[in-house]
């Protein structure tokens, strides 16, 4: 996954590659969530507490689930971002990849 997103951040341009740095950090919270999680079984092992293999399961199915669907998000931007201004491109957020930018700036949060 991180090949993934260091290939999008190198097709954004660089006033978008901070939703590909992003994407970075949310996927390395995620694997410290893992392995806070992996500990915490771990833990809990030795103190013979049995862990559920349907929690376990549902758990690290969840995480996959979230990455894709982040992973997904950050290539429908990029693909935004690259055809701006093709008026036959079919836009994954009518809003656009700038609403958000534009909203800040006006606010003076950006």
Request: hydrophobic share 30%.
């Amino acid at each position: 996954m991180h090949n993934r997103i260091q290939n999008l951040k190198n097709r954004l341009p660089e006033e978008h590659q901070d939703m590909a740095i992003l994407t970075q950090h949310v996927f390395d919270a995620l694997d410290q969530l893992r392995e806070k999680h992996t500990q915490f079984v771990g833990t809990s092992a030795s103190a013979k507490i049995k862990p559920s293999g349907q929690y376990e399961k549902c758990f690290y199915e969840t995480i996959a689930e979230i990455q894709q669907l982040i992973m997904a998000t950050l290539e429908h931007t990029t693909e935004d971002v690259e055809h701006r201004g093709d008026k036959y491109w079919e836009k994954w957020y009518p809003q656009g990849v700038d609403a958000t930018t534009e909203y800040l700036h006006e606010r003076g949060k950006y």
